[in-house]
């Protein structure tokens, strides 16, 4: 095996790309052979210049995963993606006046065999998919300086049980650590205001995360299908909760609304089938479709007073309500929005109810009696899947001199 004295010696290749079919071609040369050189060709002479001595890394290593632009050392995109029979790498850390700063996208994609990676003090970034589906590696420690993580950063790395994570990341990318199946717990600089996309969905194994007070932003899908959390309390300054942010989350039984939370997206609770009870914030104005759809376990809640609309299904499959209280200025009901709700016995509709969406009340099959203000059109109920023996109306109001 040839190795390189030191990474300052490969300025000299000139601030180019090896990758590692052209250096094997060169490494296995007896030198007497010159190979034909083109305007699209690798500079062979300055790599065989580079193959003598010992020092810090394979050479292999390093020039196929280095591209040297101006003084600093990056992995390349895709430097080392596929790569199923490589185990585990140390990458150099910085000598001289060169830095490996960054891992180009997909550097370590697909990666299977890799268990462990030892990554120099002076990388800042990931790129996308860097470590994607490396499936074996178990654990990594990032350096402290790093202040990026790419989409899909750690994608699949099912085998990933603990990271940490350093204290000047911000944001976590789309599906950062999507499908990372055995992580358990994962704790969050405090720093950090988003999350991305789908950022830990599939984390099947996390039982709990604590979120720091400073996240502002939670992605769509962000903790989507965390099937073994029990608990979580979000932020005070979180604001809205994005589409399918714990869609089957079904081991969650309790979760801490912010008071400030005004919406809730559509799928948000979706499947959520060991959540019984959640208080919802005083200003919240929108639930939207499916928000509680399958939360079977469910057995009462309590809707805040400036609510208008329920999205469609947003209540559909909650098959252990008893009962619910719909506040005074709702004006509309989607489409099934208590479909299945087998449970639920009696309801009041508000006077200002002026939409009521088909099979809103289908299969609620305990349901006997739905309460009507004096003057409500009833026919707006004929296509809601409500018998008529359960309509009862209150009494006229009488004004008294």
């Known amino acids: 095996s040839h190795w390189l004295p030191n990474l300052a010696k490969v300025t000299g290749l000139g601030g180019f790309e090896v990758d590692v079919a052209a250096l094997r071609r060169v490494a296995s040369s007896d030198g007497s052979e010159e190979d034909e050189e083109d305007e699209n060709s690798y500079p062979m002479v300055g790599v065989r210049a580079c193959i003598r001595g010992e020092g810090e890394a394979p050479m292999e290593v390093l020039l196929a995963a280095c591209a040297l632009r101006d003084g600093e050392a990056r992995v390349p995109p895709g430097a080392f993606c596929g790569d199923r029979s490589m185990r585990s790498i140390a990458l150099p850390p910085g000598l001289t006046s060169i830095a490996l700063t960054s891992l180009g996208d997909d550097a370590f994609h697909g990666c299977s065999s890799m268990t462990s990676i030892e990554l120099p003090a002076s990388l800042t970034s990931l790129g996308e998919g860097a470590f994607e589906d490396c499936s074996s590696l178990t654990s990594i420690e990032l350096p402290a300086g790093l202040t990026s993580l790419g989409n899909g950063a750690f994608y699949v790395c099912s085998s990933l049980t603990s990271i940490k994570l350093p204290t000047d990341l911000t944001s976590l990318g789309t599906h950062a650590f999507y499908g990372c199946s055995s992580m358990t717990t994962i704790a969050l600089p405090a720093g950090l205001t988003s999350l991305g996309a789908y950022t830990f969905a599939g984390c099947s194994s996390m039982t709990s995360i604590t979120l720091p007070a400073g996240l502002?932003?939670?992605?769509?899908?962000?903790?989507?299908?965390?099937?073994?959390?029990?608990?979580?309390?979000?932020?005070?300054?979180?604001?809205?909760?994005?589409?399918?942010?714990?869609?089957?989350?079904?081991?969650?039984?309790?979760?801490?609304?912010?008071?400030?939370?005004?919406?809730?997206?559509?799928?948000a609770f979706d499947g959520c089938s060991s959540l019984t009870s959640i208080e919802l914030p005083a200003g919240l104005t929108s639930i939207g479709d499916h928000a509680f759809q399958n939360c079977s376990s469910m057995t009462s809640i309590a809707l805040p007073a400036g609510l208008t609309s329920l999205g469609k299904s947003a209540f559909a499959g909650c098959s252990s309500m008893t009962s619910i209280t719909l506040p005074t200025g709702l004006t509309s009901l989607g489409f099934f929005t208590f479909f299945d709700c087998s449970s639920i016995t009696s309801i009041t509709l508000p006077a200002g109810l002026t939409s009521v969406g088909d099979q809103a009340f289908q299969n609620c099959s305990s349901l006997t009696s739905i309460e009507l203000a004096a003057g409500f059109d009833d026919s707006i109920l004929r296509s809601a899947g409500v018998p008529p023996s359960a309509i009862l109306r209150f009494a006229q109001a009488v004004d008294v001199d």
């Open 216 to 267: 502002t932003s939670l992605g769509e899908g962000a903790f989507f299908n965390c099937s073994s959390m029990t608990s979580i309390a979000l932020p005070a300054g979180l604001t809205s909760l994005g589409v399918r942010a714990f869609t089957w989350c079904s081991s969650l039984m309790s979760i801490e609304l912010p008071a400030g939370l005004t919406s809730i997206g559509v799928f």
